[in-house]
């Protein structure tokens, strides 16, 4: 403490109850285990500053962006001194010509599209909450969009990161592409933390588009949604977003917020570009999904419409979380396209031979698709169901040649499906974090045992 203090000073760093509880947990169902102390860098200089007192001292370091994770990635299992970048969040440099922005990991992914849509510039990775950059690129974040702009490590050109002995990194540069040695940028995104403390990151930054459609339809089964978005992707349309929910996720959404969309599977898609380019997207997608058998096709072009048609889907989770003395966790797996309509049914199947109340959704444009199950945590016999459903999810999604999570992270909840996916890789992870982190200081306990 007496030591932070001299190196930061005093008012970049925290003991009390209240700091220490908002840095104990994140938004997943894994026990919140307190810091020791919370430290709000403000610089580079200030993360080398710390890092030298932690390895003077042996103590651990877990980096915390906004909390929103959903794997227990800020989780500082070892206690220790949990690392808060809420006071780094400015723009470095922003090359409007060349289509980049350089940011502090602070600044989440709504301040810095504030700041650059003045520009007619926007950053499309959008997970749904208001994640930090820095959060977002430690788990290889995706979303909505990735079935048009993939996820984080598609995005990031060029990272600054402390490493656990104090030396400062760049692992890219400002280019579009390189075959310039090892590629360190895929080897720090998504390592949640482990590997260094990132500093500063450069974003490839897209032309806002002339205009949006957004549309949604029905299905009879969640098999049929999902076979609809593989048409579609078969067709060539690069669509920007598309989303199912199943008919037990809307009839969830209005309960909670007393709506009326159709109580059915349902498929949510956006069409992005020139005005033509949209509507005539639109318009071929609509033959597509007619053909397939869809039913309420809708459509909407202004930003309050495709806000409201899209609300069923912004809501999800939410309509879930609020039901009263229950709990909820959930799985995120991403297979092969061709995998995906077979893995939607099977998860499904499970969640109705459970009888918890549960929904499965997600970005099927990429094969990527989440459950949610509600479950009293008080009933042991509920608690063991979810926890079934999720694993036999996993485990299927392997099988067929899937990842345990396509977006989440592994975090706490996935390291025990490590060794299964990768076989002898992980030996390999391992010794990287031998090697860029001998002892284990950077927060620990995650990815693998």
Request: a negative charge; one cysteine or more; aromatic letters at 6%.
């Amino acid at each position: 403490m007496i030591e932070l203090q001299a190196c930061i000073g005093k008012e970049k760093l925290s003991i009390s109850e209240g700091n220490r509880f908002r840095h104990s947990k994140d938004e997943s169902f894994h026990s919140p285990i307190e810091p020791d102390i919370v430290v709000f860098p403000e610089s580079k200089q200030d993360i080398v500053n710390i890092l030298t007192v932690a390895n003077r001292f042996d103590i651990p370091i877990t980096p915390f962006g906004t909390g929103s994770g959903l794997d227990g990635q800020a989780i500082p299992v070892r206690k220790g001194i949990s690392m808060n970048f809420e006071r780094m969040k400015r723009i470095i440099s922003l090359q409007q010509e060349d289509l980049t922005v350089t940011v502090q990991p602070g600044m989440t992914r709504l301040e810095l599209n504030r700041e650059i849509n003045r520009h007619g510039l926007y950053f499309p990775i959008d997970p749904g909450a208001d994640a930090s950059v820095g959060g977002m690129t430690a788990t290889n974040a995706s979303g909505t969009t990735a079935v048009r702009y993939g996820s984080m490590k598609d995005q990031v050109l060029n990272l600054e990161v402390v490493l656990a002995d104090g030396k400062i990194i760049k692992t890219g540069s400002n280019a579009k592409k390189s075959s310039s040695g090892y590629h360190l940028n895929s080897l720090f995104v998504g390592s949640e933390g482990t590997l260094g403390i990132i500093s500063e990151i450069t974003l490839k930054l897209h032309g806002i588009p002339e205009h949006i459609i957004a549309a949604r339809c029905t299905f009879d089964s969640p098999k049929a949604c999902a076979e609809a978005s593989h048409a579609v992707l078969m067709s060539g349309i690069p669509v920007l977003r598309m989303e199912m929910v199943d008919a037990n996720s809307i009839q969830q959404v209005n309960a909670y917020g007393e709506y009326q969309f159709p109580e059915q599977h349902s498929l949510f898609l956006e069409f992005a570009g020139t005005r033509n380019s949209a509507e005539e997207e639109a318009t071929v997608v609509q033959e597509i999904m007619e053909d397939m058998g869809c039913e309420n096709w809708a459509r909407a072009s202004s930003s309050k419409e495709r806000a409201e048609l899209w609300r069923a889907r912004h809501e999800l989770s939410y309509a879930f979380r609020h039901i009263k003395g229950t709990a909820v966790s959930g799985s995120d797996v991403c297979v092969p396209i061709s995998k995906l309509a077979d893995l939607v049914v099977f998860a499904r199947d499970q969640l109705e031979k459970s009888g918890l109340v549960g929904g499965v959704f997600g970005h099927v444009g990429d094969g990527n698709f989440h459950t949610i199950i509600v479950y009293d945590p008080s009933d042991v016999t509920e608690v063991e169901k979810a926890d079934t459903i999720n694993e036999k999810l996993v485990l299927k999604a392997i099988e067929v040649g899937g990842t345990c999570t396509g977006e989440h992270g592994v975090g706490l909840g996935k390291m025990k499906y490590q060794e299964l996916e990768h076989g002898p890789g992980v030996e390999v992870m391992k010794s990287i974090k031998s090697l860029l982190d001998p002892h284990g200081r950077l927060n620990p306990g995650k990815i693998f045992h």
